[in-house]
């Protein structure tokens, strides 16, 4: 609506020539009846024309006064029908901004060519310009491009220049492409018009990629043009400040393994030389592929590693491209030494003559940040000046190690190994953790099988599934399974069809990146009648009923794991009463168990002390410690909302109402900023805890409140908790799956720094996503590494 309340009709020709019909003098007729008048006095001499290079048919216009709608030009009433498709405002722009440039030559006292171009859909597609004394041309793309199609552009351009360093790009919508040069240059110039009048005033913007704030935009005409192009002030700005435009990176999947080349030295004004990272020669082998020599990308605060030992990089391993095939180098973050024995199945290093290898165990991983740890190795990759060197070097110290540790220890080796998207056997297990597993009995390897896949879950593959004997799966894998939970696992036929499923499932799991897992197979016989299942099942879930056997007398280590017991069922049971109700199922289930397994409970609980005595000390132990976890975390978040209930003010009321209590409202607790916000902080936790996100416009009051009282209330959220914990925020998503808007000022907001690049942000937010999943899950898992460094 105008500011007279007249509808405009842009369906109407609004837009035209001066003159004659090809002429390239725009005009755009005013669309109030007095302003019309007024240019009618202004330019009394002008003709108007459905120009040719507005895509018209060339016949002449005349302008049409109206009071009760929209003044517009329109055919005389003898003319050919016209089949120009654009008659709106924007619809001569490509012309004013030829316009604009060509003024913009004049000032500045440039020869140059300024002319529209049709590339498809109509004459107003793009405007060229072609600075000859600066080698430089410059393209304003006012339709719409994709990356394909800028790029066939752009090697069109560079054919007539035959250089493209000389082009400049202006953009007038915004698409991918716009982004892409951002995140590419740190700046992306773009161009829009502004009706004043029967002009259209053109204007230069400046889009940086954090989108954090609008477009910058400045006048054509207090633009300059340079031997680098078309600046702003803003332009000057971003090429003074901004760092080095970083190469384009990927993924390596499973993995690789390298070893550094000391005689080599990297080029020293290499595009991926960086000033917080080694850049060094390596000979780099993938999983699966061939072993090629190349550049190798290092983390800068630790030493380069030493270039005798051979190196394994689990994850985190990435590409790095240059545009138009320039060259490529490979990026890690964490690596691990190899021992020996595996150093020499890499092709990579063998031993000097008369060194014995024995298998051992590997050093844990380098990673950014960390000082990489001194451990002398029995027979790790040494030169090889003489036999005797190699025989001097002292034997493995070996390191103290609790039964926590070495289960801890085995999950994460299983883990790795379905990374690489493999399976293994004890006998690999023993030469990587240690020796101590070759020497454990079935029974034992067993016990020490359930623990690491305790407790249970759908969400979290079974990683015993990934352990090989003969072939085929463990021969007691159906116990560990039955001990796990899993009915009808112990003597089941489709046993080595559920392990190959669950292998696919821990691939999906672990792998990099990850994928959805689908579901488990399940045991249950086919030959049981439909009748018999439910009997048959609540059969295995119910153990026989017996009174419960006099344990024999436990060993002295057994004293010390009853007392352990003791000592964790006392703990948790003083916190119990703090705990919410889910929490406290979860304590009550692990109290219950291990005072069955202590002999505590009356005569009545003799079922569950049957069914405790099935299961091993080490297995309540292990339910204690998770349970006493859970509380903590439980009661840590009760503590955070209580915490920023307390902080928020109290509602004042006015003198003059505090004298007449019962004429005031009641405030519904649900509007109050506290208890909203305790209710998103609720509803994130329960989202990380399911290992999940959860939508913007999902999440309470998402639908009804702006935009900015949501980021407000997410700042508050993330900036109450530790300054380690994964930012809640981080769960949220937009609607096209990936970080909200707001994301990169959050992480500004909670004084963290905040990145120059799209790809860095969406990094970053990805990890929070996984920290939170680790920190809420239960078991709390450990948390990887934040990415984003303090402000």
Same mark, same amino acid.
């Given at each position: 609506?105008?500011?007279?309340?007249? #509808?405009?009709?842009?369906?109407?020709?609004?837009?035209?020539?001066?003159?004659?019909?090809?002429?390239?003098?725009?005009?755009?007729?005013?669309?109030?009846?007095? %302003?019309?008048?007024?240019?009618?006095?202004?330019?009394?001499?002008?003709?108007?024309?459905?120009?040719?290079?507005?895509?018209?048919?060339?016949?002449?216009?005349?302008?049409?006064?109206?009071? !009760?709608?929209?003044?517009?030009?329109? $055919?005389?009433?003898?003319?050919?029908?016209?089949?120009?498709?654009?008659?709106?405002?924007?619809?001569?722009?490509? @012309?004013?901004?030829?316009?604009?440039?060509?003024?913009?030559?004049?000032?500045?006292?440039?020869?140059?060519?300024?002319?529209?171009?049709?590339?498809?859909?109509?004459?107003?597609?793009?405007?060229?310009?072609?600075?000859?004394? *600066?080698?430089?041309?410059?393209?304003?793309?006012?339709?719409?491009?994709?990356?394909?199609?800028?790029?066939?552009?752009?090697?069109?351009? &560079?054919?007539?220049?035959?250089?493209?360093?000389?082009?400049?790009?202006?953009?007038?919508?915004?698409?991918?492409?716009?982004?892409?040069? +951002?995140?590419? !240059?740190?700046?992306?110039?773009?161009?829009?018009?502004?009706?004043?009048?029967?002009?259209?005033?053109?204007?230069?913007?400046?889009?940086?990629?954090?989108?954090?704030?609008?477009?910058?935009?400045?006048?054509? %005409?207090?633009?300059?043009?340079?031997?680098?192009? @078309?600046?702003?002030?803003?332009?000057?700005?971003?090429?003074?400040?901004?760092?080095?435009?970083?190469?384009?990176?990927?993924?390596?999947?499973?993995?690789?393994?390298?070893?550094?080349?000391?005689?080599?030295?990297?080029?020293?004004?290499?595009?991926?030389?960086?000033?917080?990272?080694?850049?060094?020669?390596?000979?780099?082998?993938?999983?699966?592929?061939?072993?090629?020599?190349?550049?190798?990308?290092?983390?800068?605060?630790?030493?380069?590693?030493?270039?005798?030992?051979?190196?394994?990089?689990?994850?985190?391993?990435?590409?790095?491209?240059?545009?138009?095939?320039?060259?490529?180098?490979?990026?890690?973050?964490?690596?691990?030494?190899?021992?020996?024995?595996?150093?020499?199945?890499?092709?990579?290093?063998?031993?000097?003559?008369?060194?014995?290898? *024995?298998?051992?165990?590997?050093? +844990?991983?380098?990673?950014?940040?960390?000082?990489?740890?001194?451990?002398?190795?029995?027979?790790?990759?040494?030169?090889?000046?003489?036999?005797? #060197?190699?025989?001097?070097?002292?034997? &493995?110290?070996?390191?103290?190690?609790?039964?926590?540790?070495?289960?801890?220890?085995?999950?994460?080796?299983?883990?790795?190994?379905?990374?690489?998207?493999?399976?293994?056997?004890?006998?690999?297990?023993?030469?990587?953790?240690?020796?101590?597993?070759?020497?454990?009995?079935?029974?034992?390897?067993?016990?020490?099988?359930?623990?690491?896949?305790?407790?249970?879950?759908?969400?979290?593959?079974?990683?015993?599934?990934?352990?090989? $004997?003969?072939?085929?799966?463990?021969?007691?894998?159906?116990?560990?399974?039955?001990?796990?939970?899993?009915?009808?696992?112990?003597?089941?036929?489709?046993?080595?069809?559920?392990?190959?499923?669950?292998?696919?499932? *821990?691939?999906?799991?672990?792998?990099?990146?990850?994928?959805?897992?689908?579901?488990?197979?399940?045991?249950?016989?086919?030959?049981?009648?439909?009748?018999?299942?439910?009997?048959? @099942?609540?059969?295995?879930?119910?153990?026989?009923?017996?009174?419960?056997?006099?344990?024999?007398?436990?060993?002295?280590?057994?004293?010390?794991?009853?007392?352990?017991?003791?000592?964790?069922?006392?703990?948790?049971?003083?916190?119990?009463?703090?705990?919410?109700?889910?929490?406290?199922?979860?304590?009550?289930?692990?109290?219950?168990?291990?005072?069955?397994?202590?002999?505590? @409970?009356?005569?009545?609980?003799?079922?569950?002390?049957?069914?405790?005595?099935?299961?091993?000390?080490?297995?309540?132990?292990?339910?204690?410690?998770?349970?006493?976890?859970?509380?903590?975390?439980?009661?840590?978040?009760?503590?955070?909302?209580?915490?920023?209930?307390?902080?928020?003010?109290?509602?004042?009321?006015?003198?003059?109402?505090?004298?007449?209590?019962?004429?005031?409202?009641?405030?519904?607790?649900?509007?109050?900023?506290?208890?909203?916000?305790?209710?998103?902080?609720?509803?994130?936790? $329960?989202?990380?805890?399911?290992?999940?996100?959860?939508?913007?416009?999902?999440?309470?009051?998402?639908?009804?409140?702006?935009?900015?009282?949501?980021?407000?209330?997410?700042?508050?959220?993330?900036?109450?908790?530790?300054?380690?914990?994964?930012?809640?925020? +981080?769960?949220?998503?937009?609607?096209?799956?990936?970080?909200?808007?707001?994301?990169?000022?959050?992480?500004?907001?909670?004084?963290?720094?905040?990145?120059?690049?799209?790809?860095?942000?969406?990094?970053?937010?990805?990890?929070?996503?996984?920290? +939170?999943?680790?920190?809420?899950?239960?078991?709390?898992?450990?948390?990887?590494?934040?990415?984003?460094?303090?402000?």
């Amino acid at each position: 609506m105008s500011q007279s309340g007249i #509808a405009f009709d842009h369906r109407l020709v609004q837009t035209a020539v001066i003159g004659r019909a090809n002429s390239d003098h725009p005009v755009i007729l005013p669309m109030e009846a007095d %302003e019309l008048d007024y240019w009618r006095k202004t330019h009394p001499t002008y003709t108007y024309w459905c120009g040719i290079q507005l895509g018209g048919c060339g016949g002449e216009l005349s302008d049409k006064r109206y009071t !009760h709608k929209v003044c517009h030009f329109a $055919h005389h009433p003898n003319a050919p029908i016209c089949h120009r498709k654009a008659n709106g405002e924007s619809s001569a722009d490509h @012309l004013f901004i030829k316009r604009g440039v060509q003024r913009l030559l004049s000032k500045e006292k440039l020869s140059g060519k300024v002319q529209t171009q049709n590339l498809g859909t109509g004459p107003g597609d793009a405007v060229d310009v072609h600075l000859p004394g *600066a080698r430089r041309r410059l393209r304003f793309q006012l339709s719409g491009l994709d990356y394909p199609a800028w790029r066939r552009a752009v090697d069109d351009l &560079t054919d007539l220049t035959g250089d493209a360093e000389d082009l400049d790009w202006i953009f007038g919508p915004d698409t991918p492409v716009t982004r892409e040069l +951002a995140g590419r !240059h740190g700046f992306c110039l773009r161009v829009r018009c502004e009706t004043v009048g029967g002009e259209r005033r053109v204007h230069i913007g400046t889009e940086t990629p954090d989108r954090a704030g609008a477009v910058k935009w400045t006048p054509l %005409e207090d633009c300059e043009l340079t031997p680098t192009g @078309l600046t702003t002030p803003d332009v000057e700005t971003i090429r003074i400040s901004r760092p080095r435009p970083k190469p384009h990176s990927f993924p390596i999947q499973g993995g690789l393994v390298f070893a550094l080349v000391p005689e080599a030295d990297a080029p020293s004004h290499s595009p991926f030389a960086s000033e917080d990272r080694h850049l060094l020669v390596a000979d780099v082998k993938p999983v699966d592929s061939p072993i090629v020599r190349t550049l190798l990308s290092l983390p800068g605060d630790t030493e380069a590693p030493p270039a005798e030992h051979v190196y394994r990089v689990s994850d985190s391993a990435r590409m790095l491209v240059l545009e138009d095939g320039q060259g490529w180098a490979v990026e890690a973050n964490r690596y691990y030494r190899l021992n020996a024995h595996d150093a020499q199945h890499t092709g990579l290093w063998s031993p000097p003559p008369g060194m014995h290898v *024995a298998p051992e165990r590997s050093p +844990a991983p380098v990673s950014r940040g960390a000082k990489r740890p001194e451990v002398e190795v029995a027979a790790s990759p040494q030169p090889a000046h003489t036999a005797e #060197a190699a025989k001097a070097v002292p034997p &493995t110290s070996s390191q103290p190690r609790t039964h926590a540790d070495l289960v801890t220890q085995l999950r994460d080796v299983l883990a790795d190994t379905a990374r690489l998207r493999s399976t293994t056997t004890w006998e690999v297990l023993a030469r990587r953790i240690g020796p101590e597993l070759s020497r454990l009995s079935d029974t034992e390897r067993r016990d020490l099988l359930v623990e690491v896949d305790s407790p249970l879950s759908r969400y979290v593959p079974v990683r015993s599934a990934l352990l090989r $004997h003969d072939g085929g799966p463990l021969p007691y894998l159906g116990d560990i399974l039955d001990r796990l939970g899993i009915p009808f696992a112990k003597r089941s036929p489709k046993l080595k069809r559920w392990t190959a499923v669950e292998t696919d499932r *821990a691939f999906a799991a672990y792998g990099q990146p990850a994928r959805a897992m689908g579901p488990q197979l399940d045991l249950t016989p086919h030959s049981l009648p439909q009748g018999q299942v439910a009997k048959a @099942l609540r059969a295995w879930k119910t153990p026989p009923v017996t009174a419960p056997s006099r344990r024999t007398a436990p060993t002295a280590a057994g004293k010390r794991q009853d007392a352990r017991l003791s000592e964790l069922v006392a703990e948790l049971s003083e916190l119990r009463p703090k705990l919410s109700k889910p929490a406290r199922k979860r304590a009550n289930r692990a109290i219950t168990g291990a005072r069955a397994w202590l002999g505590e @409970l009356p005569v009545q609980g003799v079922r569950k002390r049957a069914k405790a005595a099935a299961q091993s000390r080490a297995h309540h132990i292990q339910a204690l410690e998770n349970a006493l976890k859970g509380a903590r975390t439980d009661i840590a978040g009760t503590d955070f909302h209580s915490r920023h209930q307390d902080e928020e003010p109290e509602p004042t009321v006015p003198a003059t109402e505090a004298s007449v209590p019962m004429q005031l409202a009641p405030v519904p607790k649900a509007t109050q900023p506290a208890g909203a916000e305790k209710r998103l902080a609720e509803v994130l936790i $329960h989202t990380a805890a399911q290992g999940k996100t959860i939508q913007l416009l999902d999440l309470p009051g998402g639908r009804t409140l702006p935009d900015e009282t949501l980021r407000r209330m997410l700042t508050n959220i993330d900036r109450n908790l530790a300054p380690d914990v994964p930012l809640l925020s +981080a769960l949220v998503t937009s609607p096209d799956g990936g970080p909200v808007p707001f994301f990169h000022r959050i992480l500004k907001e909670v004084g963290l720094a905040a990145p120059q690049t799209d790809e860095a942000l969406t990094a970053i937010w990805r990890r929070e996503q996984e920290r +939170a999943h680790a920190k809420y899950a239960y078991p709390a898992q450990p948390l990887p590494p934040r990415l984003v460094p303090p402000a």
